[in-house]
């Protein structure tokens, strides 16, 4: 069965430093990633997708088929990025594109 | 900007009884989903109802689960007859199309409490 794992359920940094959160998929084909956010008492939210390719709000994921994994990374992170983090993928097996999620990891951010 | 909607807020019943929760997704969305979250764990899918039908659902969508699309505007997920284990928060999603890279737009939940 297609699973995401997040190893790390707290992830805490001061300002400014880098921020590495960590997601492993298993899934033995061409799955589709994703980073949800969830900044408190806000709803879920697309942060990004691994077939963009872009960067929104300096963070950036890169898909490592090898390791299997989809980190998400910021070099320099700030206040306003603590909030729970939710790798998810979807797959090609025949689904309706419904999600896969880790468990997310929650990031604080110190001042 | 449009967004999901989702009624109520918060919702407590006692075990056995039935209870809908309701949605409303984006106008011109097509794709329709539930997922939950125990507090806790992680978010699963429930089931995706597209063309007023399941188009899938996960071993978690039982038969004391349905979905339906009464008129042209809600999305309810009802529950026959709650049980403890059903306490959880339960997140409508929607999606204009179908493609597995598509963005996903979540309501804020439904907080269901089962006594």
């Known amino acids: 069965a297609q699973r995401v794992t997040q190893p790390e359920k707290l992830l805490s940094v001061f300002k400014g430093a880098p921020v590495e959160l960590k997601c492993n998929y298993s899934?033995?084909?061409?799955?589709?990633l994703f980073w949800y956010v969830q900044y408190s008492r806000q709803r879920l939210q697309l942060l990004l997708r691994h077939i963009s390719r872009e960067s929104i709000k300096g963070f950036t994921a890169d898909l490592n088929k090898g390791e299997t994994s989809f980190h998400l990374k910021k070099p320099f992170a700030q206040e306003e990025d603590s909030a729970m983090y939710y790798c998810a993928s979807t797959s090609y097996g025949g689904s309706q594109g419904n999600l896969i999620f880790g468990k997310g990891t929650k990031l604080s951010v110190k001042p | 900007e449009p967004e999901v909607t989702q009624t109520p807020s918060h919702q407590v019943t006692q075990m056995g009884q039935e209870v809908i929760l309701r949605c409303v997704p984006i106008?011109?969305?097509?794709?329709f989903y539930w997922y939950r979250q125990i507090l806790g764990q992680k978010v699963e899918f429930l089931v995706s109802?597209?063309?007023?039908?399941?188009?899938?659902k996960s071993e978690i969508f039982d038969d004391q689960f349905s979905v339906e699309r009464p008129d042209g505007s809600n999305f309810t997920l009802k529950i026959r007859s709650t049980k403890l284990e059903d306490s959880a928060m339960y997140f409508c999603a929607s999606t204009p199309s179908w493609s597995f890279n598509n963005e996903q737009f979540f309501g804020p939940g439904t907080r269901l409490t089962v006594l």
């Open positions: 109802f597209y063309n007023n039908e399941i188009s899938e």
């Open positions: 899934y033995s084909g061409s799955p589709e």
């Open positions: 106008s011109n969305h097509l794709y």
